[in-house]
């Protein structure tokens, strides 16, 4: 019997953030190109989007481009930029259709302009949508944005009193998302990658063999049962 069937189960994570991990692996097991497997990525990011919205999940974080991606090699970042702009444009009746509202984290300033512009326009054209919603990490680092608060809370000019974290949180991006319950990872790597390293002090980590092309509706299924049994103590004893 499954471990999972002796125990009361949990509530459902509201916040879900993907570390979409394992494109080029995939590819490279199969011989081809590294945009292959970012062309089969983009497919199980609609698998995915699809099944977390109909499993009620509320907010659900893709990492598809950190700030430390431009390294990759031009071609390869052009690929994944025209991906995104492609998801963006040939998805919108989907988004429509079942009330998706799609956020952006990470830096705009630093993202190609017309792509910059193309999510401005989703993330505008989607607002008013209450069903899932889909926040693109692009551009994004979470050291990043940790600076970029700092700007922002620099630029607000001095302040009564010491910094709360509350008050700090407020300055990140997205500041009405609650952090994140559950953090998975694909392909097998143990890492945060930076991230959301302030969001995520406290999410719970799910790391999949699998890599993120060969990902489905099943494999979310089974990391939110495996959610469901974690007991969260946020540093305190538990019960
Ligand atoms: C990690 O695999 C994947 C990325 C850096 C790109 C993620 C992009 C997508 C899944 C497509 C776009 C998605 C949306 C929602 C617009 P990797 O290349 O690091 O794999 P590797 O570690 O095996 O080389």
């Known amino acids: 019997m499954h471990p999972a069937s002796h125990t009361a189960k949990g509530p459902l994570p509201a916040h879900v953030g993907i570390i979409m991990d394992g494109n080029g692996r995939w590819a490279q097991q199969r011989n081809q190109r590294r945009s292959q497997g970012h062309l089969e990525g983009l497919k199980t990011a609609k698998r995915i989007v699809q099944a977390a919205g109909g499993l009620g999940i509320a907010y659900l974080t893709l990492y598809v481009f950190s700030t430390e991606n431009w390294k990759r090699t031009a071609g390869e970042v052009g690929f994944i930029m025209g991906l995104v702009k492609q998801y963006l444009a040939a998805e919108m ?50 050291r990043d944005a940790i600076i970029r608060a700092i700007r922002r809370l620099i630029a607000q ?47 719970e980590y799910y790391v999949s063999d699998k890599l993120w092309p060969d990902w489905t509706a099943e494999d979310l299924r089974e990391a939110l049962a495996r959610y469901q049994t974690r007991e969260r103590r946020y540093g305190g004893a538990g019960t």
């Open 93 to 142: 009746d989907f988004f429509r259709k079942s009330r998706i509202r799609i956020r952006h984290a990470g830096d705009p300033a630093g993202l190609p302009r017309e792509i910059a512009g193309e999510i401005q326009r989703v993330c505008e054209d989607t607002q008013d949508f209450t069903g899932l919603q889909v926040i693109l990490a692009l551009n994004y680092g979470g």
């Open 157 to 203: 000019g001095p302040q009564e009193g010491p910094l709360t974290e509350t008050e700090f949180r407020r300055c990140l991006d997205n500041p009405d998302i609650p952090d994140p319950d559950l953090i998975i990872r694909t392909a097998g790597e143990w890492r945060t990658s930076n991230f959301l390293l302030w969001e995520g002090a406290y999410a």
